[in-house]
């Protein structure tokens, strides 16, 4: 999904809380009202959205052969509501599609990649028919059903990443990560499952224990260990994740064309297996969400106390 009125997702890397000021007083009273919120943010658990949070979008930009995909909702720490969801899926038709496009990268504008799923949008939006998508323009950006990509995406990730972007960035081909990534798959901790493909793609990649180790837990890991289990290729220092991805995409972008298509084919004519797995998500992770526990750890988050979860 193009938007021709947004400058470069690199131009918007960071987003000021506070505009210029005319005079310092006034910017003084602004900094100190956005450390606040800061500060606040910092006290809650970071998948609870902000109430002034406006609704997401991905910025898209061509660069030759390569597709920049920009998450950009940092008000509302890039959580992935219906509009990034369906703005995703439309971005990877337009690299599948486009003739000119080679690889796609995937990123986060803002002090994040994301923190996952915005479970009451995502409820909201099936509800009102919104999802699942079915224009046809369109591509799962988890990779659960047909039409499948089938050009390469390299993603590059900073800051959080947790739940469902863990899942968007491991259902990437090279993925790069900045030394200051905070990783997360414990959907467990709030009352639902990895409903994006971590049950499959993480114990694959990582192994069984590695997986089961963090996904049974809760527990958090860092890009070293993201190195170690095998799901990261490259560490950057922290804002130069993009610069690397980009580096690597203009490799695979110089490469014969249809031998890479090729060799991502072949590559998943291994994994054909993986598809009732994907399929079953479908499924199973809506109905989690519909269930008692996931609306007790929102309103625990929202309590300051520990959930108490009753399996119902």
């Known amino acids: 999904m193009t938007d021709d009125n947004n400058t470069s997702p690199t131009n918007l890397a960071r987003r000021d809380l506070i505009g210029i000021s005319a005079g310092a007083a006034v910017f003084a009273a602004g900094l100190g009202a956005a450390q606040a919120q800061t500060a606040q943010l910092s006290k809650t658990p970071p998948w609870l959205i902000p109430p002034q949070a406006k609704p997401g979008r991905v910025v898209v930009e061509k660069r030759g052969a390569v597709l920049l995909i920009g998450i950009d909702r940092p008000d509302g720490r890039n959580l992935l509501d ?29 002090p994040d990649f994301s923190f996952g799923l915005d479970g009451p949008a995502f409820v909201a939006a099936r509800a009102a028919g919104i999802l699942p998508v079915k224009d ?8 659960l059903y047909a039409p499948f990509r089938t050009k390469p995406l390299v993603a590059a990730v900073h800051g959080g990443v947790w739940y469902g972007a863990h899942e968007l960035f491991l259902a990437a081909d090279i993925r790069v990560a900045a030394n200051d990534a905070s990783f997360s798959q414990g959907e467990v901790a709030r009352g639902v499952f990895p409903g994006g493909g971590a049950t499959v ?16 837990t809760g527990d958090t890991w860092g890009a070293e260990e993201a190195r170690r289990m095998g799901l990261v290729c490259e560490i950057t220092e922290p804002g130069k994740q993009l610069d690397r991805a980009i580096e690597l995409a203009q490799k695979v972008a110089a490469a014969a064309p249809l031998g890479v298509r090729a060799t991502l084919a072949s590559a998943h004519q291994s994994l054909t297996g993986e598809e009732a797995a994907f399929a079953s998500l479908l499924v199973d992770f809506p109905r989690i969400t519909q269930t008692a526990d996931p609306k007790e750890a929102r309103r625990a988050a929202e309590e300051g106390r520990a959930p108490v979860f009753k399996g119902n």
């Open 201 to 216: 793609r993480f114990t694959r990649e990582a192994g069984w224990g590695n997986a089961m180790r963090y996904m049974l």
């Open 82 to 110: 219906a509009p990034v969801l369906i703005g995703l899926g439309k971005a990877y038709y337009q690299l599948d599609r486009d003739d000119d496009l080679r690889v796609g990268i995937l990123h986060g504008l803002g």
């Open 136 to 143: 046809p323009d369109y591509i799962h950006p988890f990779g």
